[in-house]
């Protein structure tokens, strides 16, 4: 389900900058910022209908290895199911880019689209795209702690998920890339045999898990330790 969850995410996000980032095309933003604005906007869009949709219910559309990590950390997801999960979103990605490449053609593999990669700006330094996808994730793991502490909450989490995932592709973006998801990164990469930061993208959402996580269970570590005072 991960998979196909993925790979329905991965052929939508390169679809949009197949349309949107090509000189050629006839819906071509020039403006970098712009562009990465309507991509994040569209993919928040995105997000929310996968999150919603039947299979997204069933599987809890995690669409990114890191949300995994981040929820069996935050002790809200079992542990045996964190590598078949990462396995089918690392798979889908790959899967959902060679559609797109199939669909759309060579156009793909030109220099302005690398297959849809996520690229950080000229200059920028594989240790800078760290911390920045580092802080991204955090950011989102930050998130998903919010909801996993406040379950009577949940209704409104997909839109909110999307929302930050957008603000981070728009914002983040034109600076790091702003994928913070491996699964994102890994298809266009392999595909396009790009391999700039990319150890970057593939480990550094997962430090940004771990941090959130961390942060997560100190609160609700805290947040007991108080309660339990106000009890004597």
Not at 50 to 75: D, E, K, Q, Y
Not at 172 to 188: E, F, I, K, T
């Amino acid at each position: 389900m991960e998979c196909a969850l993925t790979a329905v995410m991965m052929f939508f996000v390169v679809t949009m900058v197949r349309w949107l980032l090509d000189p050629a095309s006839p819906v071509f933003i020039a403006d970098l910022h712009l562009a990465l604005g309507a991509v994040g906007a569209l993919v928040a869009v995105l997000l929310v209908g996968l999150i919603l949709s039947p299979p997204g219910r069933r599987s809890g559309a995690h669409l990114n290895p890191a949300v995994s990590v981040t929820l069996w950390l935050m002790r809200a997801f079992p542990g045996r199911a964190v590598l078949p999960y990462a396995v089918g979103q690392l798979l889908g990605g790959l899967a959902g880019t060679a559609l797109a490449r199939l669909v759309w053609g060579p156009v793909l593999q030109s220099a302005a689209l690398s297959d849809g990669l996520a690229r950080p700006a000229p200059g920028r330094s594989s240790a800078a795209v760290f911390a920045l996808e580092a802080a991204s994730f955090a950011a989102i793991a930050l998130l998903i702690g919010f909801f996993v502490t406040h379950p009577a909450l949940a209704r409104p989490m997909p839109y909110a998920v999307g929302l930050v995932v957008g603000l981070i592709i728009a914002l983040l973006g034109p600076v790091s890339g702003g994928a913070a998801n491996p699964a994102r990164q890994l298809g266009p990469a392999a595909l396009s045999g790009t391999t700039t930061a990319l150890w970057a993208y593939l480990t550094a959402p997962l430090l940004g898990a771990a941090l959130g996580a961390l942060a997560h269970l100190g609160y609700v570590s805290g947040r007991d330790k108080s309660w339990a005072g106000k009890r004597r």
